[in-house]
């Protein structure tokens, strides 16, 4: 809506419903070193810490039952109003979302161990709100400020289930860990500003700050009986599982200014030359085990953005390097109880370094090419995690064990592949009264890690994987018909690979992205 020529006005709605399996989870069974292979400081009968034997990994045996159902609300807003010299800008909105699920966790399939699941319940309310003023000028002075509220609550509940004696994860579940928290609340204020000033014709300086509170509370308690227990009496026959409940209050307050500096040389209206520093800042928290510290980042970058050949070639090509404090890691463990639970961690640094390079190239109209390539170093350069067992000695065989902690530097962060290239070719063909467009893709990753050990079992590979997509337009009328093959290859890809040190589980745990899949739609615009 715009009623006056000052005013407008904007406003979203949207509903979505989502009835799903969620996630599959195949457990491998252990495979453990014997006096035959087990390597210099392990002992025999620790997991072997190599790739898992996967078998056939998009078909695997996994009780039936699972599902996800999601639910989420969104109403929009923006608002404008323009006072000649500046511009007041609203933005905000309500969302609600609520999520319903029960996911098996992977226990060893024909064990007693098999229907281990994880039960979620949320409902969760938010509120923000955004109003910022920002210049018109058409000078060298630009400026923006503003301020930001959020509040997000949650009646949670979550839960360690089994099903035992059963071939689904369906019916009544026994609560090994029930953990109820009917009161979590999360709020951020933040005020900010930023201006530039153009020194000289095309060059122009940065410099902004945001001031960042963050204040989070739960009220709550778990109720928990000691796994190892369970399994060996079968308390739940009798009902003689002894079950221990603790309060679970926790408070959460953080606060931090941040910076922001840039320095932009418009060479041409064609090249950008830039250089900017930033710092960061993620709120701390708490899980079920101990609170975590805010994440602090120092970020450096320059660049240069470029068109060429009459805007047929765009070529953005930049270097940046990342310096993390107390950056935010999680992990799974298992406590004194024998109670599952998420632990995020506090690495006490890390670095990220790397160069990005983007082009898309016209040579004609109707042919058109994409490829993207970057290069990341990220390491940890300090970073001391707790451990015992076979982590210990994992920790010890490497070098690394001081007094009872892994000290990781050195170790890559999850899911950090050194290269990743994208790149795609696509052309249009005027028949039929429309435009039909071909175009193939490929996309490269070198090896990652999905945790901060990096075993080579929860170690991704290198992999390309390549998709075609067919593309009907017929431009008289407002309809799209569409047509796909992505992973031609027919790639097996994880999408996460838990450590496999577990007692709880006994498997090495991992999920898989899409095989090869095929598909169609139809769209049609009014």
């Known amino acids: 809506m715009k009623p006056t020529d000052r005013f407008s006005l904007l406003l979203t709605g949207e509903y979505s419903d989502f009835d799903g399996v969620g996630t599959a989870t195949q457990a491998i069974p252990w495979v453990l070193y014997t006096a035959a292979n087990v390597p210099a400081g392990y002992a025999v009968g620790d997991v072997d810490l190599g790739v898992p034997p996967r078998g056939n990994a998009k078909d695997f045996p996994m009780p039936a039952g699972s599902y996800l159902r999601t639910k989420a609300w969104n109403y929009r807003a923006q608002a404008d109003y323009d006072f000649t010299f500046a511009t007041l800008t609203y933005q905000g909105g309500y969302r609600r979302f609520k999520i319903d699920r029960r996911t098996t966790l992977g226990g060893a399939y024909g064990t007693n161990r098999q229907n ?37 609550s949650n009646n949670l509940t979550t839960q360690f289930q089994d099903f035992p004696g059963q071939d689904s994860i369906s019916g009544t579940p026994f609560l090994i860990q029930n953990y109820v928290y009917p009161d979590i ?43 190892t227990t369970y399994l060996n009496t079968k308390c739940y026959l009798t009902n003689s599982c002894v079950m221990v409940t603790t309060p679970q209050n926790s408070t959460a307050s953080s606060s931090k200014t941040t910076w922001h500096a840039a320095l932009n040389y418009q060479a041409t209206p ?44 765009q070529l953005n090509l930049s270097a940046y390097l990342y310096n993390y404090t107390d950056q935010q890691v999680s992990q799974t463990v298992t406590n004194s109880n024998g109670a599952v639970a998420t632990l995020v961690l506090n690495a006490g640094a890390s670095r990220y370094k ?103 079992s929860d170690r991704q590979d290198a992999y390309h994987r390549s998709d075609i ?58």
């Open 116 to 152: 281990f699941t994880f039960g979620q319940r949320e409902n969760l309310p938010s509120w923000n709100h955004e109003l910022r003023l920002s210049s018109n000028s058409k000078g060298p002075l630009k400026w923006q400020f503003g301020g930001f509220y959020f509040k997000e």
């Open 185 to 227: 609340v999360a709020q951020a204020k933040a005020l900010f500003g930023q201006a530039s000033y153009e020194l000289i014709p095309g060059l122009t300086v940065e410099a902004g700050a945001r001031y960042s509170k963050d204040d989070k509370h739960r009220i709550g308690y778990n109720t928990v009986t000691n796994v």
């Open 270 to 313: 064609r090249n950008l030359l830039y250089a900017k520093f930033d710092t960061g800042y993620k709120a701390g928290g708490f899980t079920d085990l101990a609170a975590y510290n805010p994440e602090s980042i120092t970020a450096y970058e320059i660049g240069s953005k470029n068109r060429f050949l009459d805007n047929r070639l």
């Open 354 to 456: 790397g160069v990005e390079l983007d082009a898309l190239f016209d040579p004609t109209p109707d042919d058109h090419f994409n490829a993207y390539v970057a290069y990341l170093d990220a390491r940890f350069t300090n970073f001391a995690a707790a451990v015992s067992g076979q982590l210990a000695r994992a920790a010890a065989a490497e070098g690394k064990l001081v007094g009872a902690n892994w000290q990781l530097d050195g170790k890559r962060p999850p899911q950090a592949p050194v290269w990743t290239v994208n790149c795609g070719y696509e052309h249009d063909f005027h028949i039929f009264g429309g435009r039909l467009t071909p175009r193939f893709q490929t996309h490269f990753e070198s090896e990652s890690y999905f945790t901060f050990y990096n075993f080579a």
């Open 469 to 526: 997509i067919v593309t009907y337009r017929h431009e008289p009328a407002n309809w799209t018909l569409s047509a796909f093959a992505r992973n031609l290859e027919d790639t097996v890809v994880l999408s996460s690979a838990s450590a496999p040190t577990s007692a709880t589980y006994q498997t090495y745990r991992e999920q898989y992205q899409a095989p090869r899949t095929y598909g169609a739609s139809f769209t049609y615009n009014w």
